[in-house]
Structures are given as structure tokens and as C-alpha cells.
T-cell receptor
Framework: NAGVTQTPKFQVLKTGQSMTLQCAQDMNHEYMSWYRQDPGMGLRLIHY???????DQGEVPNGYNVSRSTTEDFPLRLLSAAPSQTSVYFC???????????FGPGTRLTVL | AQSVAQPEDQVNVAEGNPLTVKCTYS??????LFWYVQYPNRGLQFLLKYITGDNLVKGSYGFEAEFNKSQTSFHLKKPSALVSDSALYFCAVRDAAFNTDKLIFGTGTRLQVFP
């Protein structure tokens, strides 16, 4: 049982480049979320999903897209990276609305 | 809209002394409340949660938290701090009503326990 996995661990992009951050979980959790962590800002919710085919926006969705075609995977896409998207990104999953979230190890993204 | 406030950026405490990390929340309905801890260069780990029932919740590593509905607070406590408790602590809230599934985090409180 690997839990929540994220790839890559580190990434450097140039402004305007696109990329996809991968997130997968093997716990059959319906709920999955993406957060970004910035100093002094805590964790801010980007997008979340309550099941395959269902996604919704969080607090800071601009510049990011998501899709949920399977229960296991929840990729986060940056279509045109900007320096303001330099951050640490965490993916998380949970069994239900009242259950605790399990977090992945994070992806540290730098946009030059 | 739901929100969480952690009014202290940092809490300093001597080893062996009790510690409190404060959290207040705002939701339209009843809250689901969570505490997480983050050690350096690591992801977040779950400590404890309040869903319903007893207002005093016990969690991992000797931590506990008290839900106070009238003060809309969910402060994290430990009777005797350890140096190894030094980390970043996050409070989070989800509105129990089904009109939203967002889990919103506070800005975090850094706990420093001195020997």
C-alpha cells in the first residue's frame, strides 16, 4: 500500500512552459485535493474532486486545470507557468468528508 | 464561506511545560475540524479530528484538542511538551453541510520546544 504518491519531487520550469503534476492513491478514496504551500500563507486549496468525473474549484484555481478520469489519479496541469506559481504542491486524499486526509510527499516547483 | 484562523505564527515553550496552539474557525453549519503536523521537508501528518460527540478529542503523540462551539475554537494541547514536538501545525475545517466539500487550512503555527 503506497498511499498517496506524487511525481516529480522537484521541477524547474521557464515562464510559459506547461507541465502536469501527477498524483495517485491506492486506497480507493473518493475525495482528492490539490494544495499549494507558500511561506506565511499556509495551505491553499487549488482544486478538489469528490469522485471520478467530478471536480470543483478551491480557493486559488486560476492558472491550474484538473481532471479525474479514474478514482486513483488526479493530475494537476499548469498550462502556462508563471513565477507566481513557484510553490510546494501537495496532493491529498480521504475516504469521506469526515475522514482525515492522507498527504503525498509534495512537489517543489520553481518557475523562472 | 468557511475560514480558519491561527492567530500565532510561532509558539515557544520549554520542554516539559504544557503547550497550546490556538485555532478558531467560521462555518455556516456544524464543523468537521482537523489538526495536522508538518515536520521539515515532509508532507502533512494527521493528528486528530472532531466530527461529533465528546468535545475533548485525543490524538496521536499525546496531543488533544478541545472543541468549543460557543467560542468557535479548537485549540491543540499537550500536557508536557517534547523537543521532538517542534514542527509546523495546521488547523483545518470543513463545513459538515453538504453544500461544500472544501477542506480549508489555516496559515500554520510553528511550535518551538526548547530543552
Amino acid at each position: 500500500n503506497a498511499g498517496v504518491t506524487q511525481t516529480p519531487k522537484f521541477q524547474v520550469l521557464k515562464t510559459g512552459q506547461s507541465m502536469t503534476l501527477q498524483c495517485a492513491q491506492d486506497m480507493n478514496h473518493e475525495y482528492m485535493s490539490w494544495y499549494r504551500q507558500d511561506p506565511g500563507m499556509g495551505l491553499r486549496l487549488i482544486h478538489y474532486s469528490v469522485g471520478a468525473g467530478i471536480t470543483d474549484q478551491g480557493e486559488v484555481p486560476n492558472g491550474y486545470n484538473v481532471s479525474r478520469s479514474t478514482t486513483e489519479d488526479f493530475p494537476l496541469r499548469l498550462l502556462s507557468a508563471a513565477p507566481s506559481q513557484t510553490s510546494v504542491y501537495f496532493c491529498a486524499s480521504s475516504y469521506s468528508r469526515s475522514a482525515e486526509q492522507f498527504f503525498g510527499p509534495g512537489t517543489r516547483l520553481t518557475v523562472l | 464561506a468557511q475560514s480558519v484562523a491561527q492567530p500565532e505564527d510561532q509558539v515557544n515553550v520549554a520542554e516539559g511545560n504544557p503547550l497550546t496552539v490556538k485555532c478558531t474557525y467560521s462555518v455556516s453549519g456544524n464543523p468537521y475540524l482537523f489538526w495536522y503536523v508538518q515536520y521539515p521537508n515532509r508532507g502533512l501528518q494527521f493528528l486528530l479530528k472532531y466530527i461529533t460527540g465528546d468535545n475533548l478529542v485525543k490524538g496521536s503523540y499525546g496531543f488533544e484538542a478541545e472543541f468549543n462551539k460557543s467560542q468557535t475554537s479548537f485549540h491543540l494541547k499537550k500536557p508536557s511538551a517534547l523537543v521532538s514536538d517542534s514542527a509546523l501545525y495546521f488547523c483545518a475545517v470543513r463545513d459538515a453541510a453538504f453544500n461544500t466539500d472544501k477542506l480549508i487550512f489555516g496559515t500554520g503555527t510553528r511550535l518551538q520546544v526548547f530543552p
